[in-house]
């Protein structure tokens, strides 16, 4: 009974998993010529938006196979639980802390037109008023 039980909650883990996987990142300009123009702002976030995220799923996994060992009967109950709630919330504090930094950017193109590129990493070369390149979805300083 055992077994089946930690089954289920393995295979709950793997099906909450690859839904986190599946989310979109951002807009991103998918022509592959360079269009060029001036930024008008940048904005930082974190990359992980949302409470739940793979960290979370995999603490509260771990977390709930580790607290299953200890005890019997009501405390075995118990200790899962507090295993779950634990490893979830270690876990997401850890997703969190090594979460991705995203940046917008706001440019005002040659046309007149504004265009927001959303993309991963550092853009620590990119200041408000630099010239740039836009190919791919990222902005680059030309």
């Known amino acids: 009974m055992k077994t089946i039980h930690m089954i289920s909650i393995v295979a709950l883990a793997v099906v909450l998993i690859s839904g986190c996987a599946s989310r979109s990142s951002g807009q991103m300009d998918s022509r592959s010529y360079a269009t060029y123009g001036v930024v008008q702002s940048i904005n930082m976030s ?3 938006g949302s409470i739940i ?5 995999i603490g509260g996994v771990v977390g709930a196979v580790a607290g299953n060992q200890i005890g019997s009967g009501n405390g075995n109950t118990l200790a899962t ?7 979830a919330a270690i876990g997401n504090s850890v997703e969190n802390h090594n979460a991705a930094q995203m940046y ?6 040659d046309n007149g037109n504004y265009e927001t590129i959303t ?11 630099d010239r740039v390149r836009i190919q791919n979805g990222y902005a680059y300083r030309s």
Do not use: F, P, Y
Not at 119 to 129: F, I, P, Y
């Open 104 to 109: 917008t950017i706001q440019v005002r193109m």
């Open 46 to 48: 974190n990359a992980s």
């Open 81 to 87: 639980v507090a295993g779950a709630v634990g490893g």
């Open 53 to 57: 995220n793979a960290g979370t799923v």
């Open 119 to 129: 993309q991963k990493g550092s853009v620590a070369d990119l200041r408000v008023g």
